[in-house]
């Protein structure tokens, strides 16, 4: 990210809480002269001052750090969902939302068709996720354990271990929700 870019999204977060330069000061323990400089593009701050500028207006270190400007709040309509097929398996995923500012949830509805089996590797990174059933019978499985999910049932789980999502019917789709910490975390089933 440009220097100019993460000052403007530092001032604008000020800004919008009717805060001052020494207020922040006050808050952060940099220099009121310091946090102007990064506002206005003269200078980039430390890991350090960053994470206590963005302790001081309540946000996350990694809201500064996006790469992209999202917007605070996320909104996809239903039409606009785009279905992805999975490489592994009949059946597509759709994400529900594309994340905000130092945001760490991601959102998808999975549609598995009759017999489908879907492997979920483990990622590099800890993180864990929810998942309830919409439609259909679901068999969930993690490491040696198993489960059978209906409609309205829900599970919730540590990304750590390999998991897999089998839809048992030979007639019928199943739907799902799953709300994960991982970003694109099923991209690539």
Same mark, same amino acid.
Request: aromatic share 6%.
């Given at each position: @990210? =440009?220097?100019q870019?993460?000052g403007?999204?530092? %001032?604008? *977060?000020?800004?919008?809480?009717s805060m001052?330069?020494k207020d922040?000061?006050?808050?952060? &323990?940099?220099?009121?002269?310091?946090i /102007? =400089?990064?506002?206005r593009? %003269?200078?980039?701050?430390?890991?350090?001052?960053?994470?206590?500028i963005?302790?001081?207006l309540?946000?996350?270190?990694a809201f500064f750090?996006e790469?992209? !400007?999202?917007d605070?709040v996320?909104r996809? %309509?239903?039409e606009?969902?785009e %279905?992805h097929?999975?490489k592994t398996t !009949?059946?597509y995923?759709?994400q529900?939302t594309f994340g905000i500012?130092? $945001?760490?949830l991601? /959102?998808?509805?999975?549609?598995l068709?009759p017999?489908?089996?879907?492997q979920y /590797?483990?990622?590099?990174?800890?993180? =864990?996720?929810?998942l @309830? *059933?919409e439609?259909g019978?679901?068999?969930?499985? /993690? $490491?040696?354990?198993q489960?059978?999910?209906k409609? $309205?049932?829900?599970?919730?789980f540590? =990304?750590?271990e390999?998991?897999g999502? *089998? !839809?048992p019917?030979n007639s019928?789709s199943?739907?799902i929700i799953?709300?994960s910490?991982? &970003?694109?975390?099923?991209?690539? @089933?």
């Amino acid at each position: @990210m =440009e220097i100019q870019e993460l000052g403007a999204r530092i %001032k604008r *977060i000020r800004k919008s809480r009717s805060m001052t330069l020494k207020d922040i000061e006050g808050r952060s &323990r940099v220099s009121a002269t310091h946090i /102007s =400089e990064i506002e206005r593009g %003269k200078t980039s701050p430390t890991i350090g001052a960053l994470s206590r500028i963005a302790s001081a207006l309540g946000k996350d270190t990694a809201f500064f750090l996006e790469s992209q !400007n999202l917007d605070d709040v996320c909104r996809i %309509k239903y039409e606009d969902r785009e %279905k992805h097929v999975f490489k592994t398996t !009949n059946g597509y995923y759709q994400q529900l939302t594309f994340g905000i500012p130092g $945001g760490r949830l991601q /959102s998808y509805r999975l549609h598995l068709e009759p017999g489908a089996i879907l492997q979920y /590797s483990p990622p590099s990174t800890e993180g =864990e996720a929810t998942l @309830m *059933i919409e439609q259909g019978e679901l068999r969930f499985t /993690s $490491g040696d354990e198993q489960v059978d999910l209906k409609i $309205g049932d829900s599970v919730h789980f540590l =990304e750590s271990e390999d998991h897999g999502f *089998i !839809n048992p019917s030979n007639s019928h789709s199943v739907d799902i929700i799953l709300v994960s910490t991982r &970003r694109h975390s099923i991209d690539d @089933m």
